[in-house]
């Protein structure tokens, strides 16, 4: 009996400001249905997957920004998509911005909830890897001003028992850094779900716009590989407010091979059928890490944050 998961990767084209959560909720719907129509056990949505990439624009007074966050979830707008998810029996995880005020602080995150067959939410991850900048940088062609919008999460990477596997989670520049996957495989994690948001141009170097592809698709399958676990990138790509972003949604194998791509750059339910136990193909022989892995001599990983000469 194996442990196959058929996986639909769930790509959004763009969401344009005014684009409101109703109608959004409801391509969230329409990818669903045509999910479990292929018979899928979960469904991955991307970053930010309710509204339009907003850290695109700086806003001198942050509660202008409010917004755009939900501050519950489900709530008014999201509650259609868990009630369909549930007569469907099918699981998904939603990327969303988090306005978090509880008993006096305010907290704002950029999240990941993972929600199983019957609606309830198995566990909420908060990105680690924030990326751009914290205040407005004017010279841009468009901000990314997501250190500025977001708190990096104090809490790290988990690793969920959910839809018979081992479910972990990470957030766009997360997939960038390989403390993030060897954090989940470091508990046994079977198959990753992140959701991304990329512009295809990165102002601090340009030259590395026509390389974003390949970018995501090297760390996504090297992360995969290297610690025998599937992963699943999935897209908010297209032109979105006058931004155009990266659409290579991918599923990957333990191997590093990719399964499933998407092929255009709008609304695309990418499936692929995920034997978690292949994960036991590497994770058992080459990267046997209880064998392999020698952690007493990796001191600067934990102990560093950046490069610094001994
Ligand atoms: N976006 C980007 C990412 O890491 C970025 C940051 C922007 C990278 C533009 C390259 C080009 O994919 C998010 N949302 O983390």
Redesign the pocket.
């Known amino acids: 009996m194996t442990r196959t998961l058929r996986v639909g990767a769930a790509q959004l084209g763009p969401i344009q400001r005014s684009d409101d959560r109703a109608s959004v909720v409801s391509r969230l719907i329409v990818l669903l249905r045509e999910a479990a129509d292929a018979g899928c056990d979960l469904v991955a949505y991307p ?1 930010l997957a309710l509204t339009t ?1 907003f ?1 695109r624009w700086f806003v001198d007074d942050i509660t202008e920004a409010d917004h755009w966050y939900e501050t519950a979830m489900p709530n008014e707008h999201t509650q259609p998509l868990f009630d369909e998810a549930r007569r469907l029996g099918v699981g998904f995880c939603l990327g969303y911005a988090l306005l978090d005020r509880d008993g006096g602080t305010e907290n704002r995150w ?1 999240v990941q909830s993972l929600v199983d067959r019957d609606g309830s939410i198995v566990g909420t991850f908060r ?1 680690v ?4 900048h914290e205040a407005h940088e004017p010279d841009r062609p468009f901000q ?1 001003a ?1 250190r500025y919008y977001f708190e990096p999460s104090p809490l790290g990477f988990g690793v969920w028992e959910a839809f018979g596997g081992r479910i972990g989670m990470m ?6 850094w390989p403390e993030s996957y060897r954090e989940m495989g470091l508990q046994d994690v079977e198959l990753i779900l992140c959701g ?7 102002a601090p170097d340009p030259s ?1 716009d026509v390389l ?1 592809g390949f ?2 698709a090297l760390v996504a399958q090297s992360g995969a590989y290297q610690n025998g676990t599937f992963v699943v990138v999935v897209a908010k790509g297209g032109v979105e407010e006058g931004v155009d972003s ?1 659409s290579d949604t991918l599923v990957v194998a333990p191997s590093g091979e990719i399964l499933a791509r998407s092929s255009t750059s709008g609304d695309e339910l990418v499936v692929a059928d995920c034997d978690l136990d292949w994960c036991r193909q590497y994770r058992d022989t080459l990267f046997d890490m209880h064998r392999y892995r020698r952690p007493e001599v990796y001191t600067r990983l934990t102990s560093q944050r950046g490069p610094q000469l001994d």
Request: glycine share 4%; with cysteine; hydrophobic share 15%.
């Open positions: 970053e990439f850290p950029n990105k890897h924030i990326p751009g990314h997501e957030i766009c520049n997360d997939r960038r991304y948001n990329t512009p295809l141009h990165y590395q974003q970018h995501n990266l």
